[in-house]
């Protein structure tokens, strides 16, 4: 879902991977409570609320650059 990536297949396996690693964490922490799968999936929910988040973080500095304006030092860096 990202326009221009290279290996897409090869980054799919490693979001498995890391996903896979993430409910197993949480299955050994929380193995007792019947919770474990809402925490998971309320986790994988904030985790693409932050990727929106960072979408729109560089669409706006883009944006902001496009138009000549000057950016806070602490998001040039971006």
């Known amino acids: 879902d ?3 990536l290279e290996h897409p297949a090869l980054v799919e396996e490693i979001q498995r991977y ?4 993430l409910r197993m964490y949480i299955v050994n922490q929380l193995s ?3 919770r474990c799968s809402i925490v998971y999936g ?3 929910s904030i ?3 932050l990727r929106t988040l ?3 973080n560089s669409n706006m ?3 902001l650059k496009l ?3 000057k950016l806070p030092p602490f998001l040039e860096e971006i």
């Open 54 to 56: 960072g979408m729109q």
């Open 2 to 4: 990202r326009p221009g």
């Open 42 to 44: 309320k986790i994988l």
């Open 18 to 21: 890391y996903l896979n690693t």
């Open 61 to 63: 500095c883009i944006s």
């Open 67 to 69: 138009k000549n304006r």
């Open 32 to 34: 007792a409570s019947p």
């Open 47 to 49: 985790l693409c609320e």
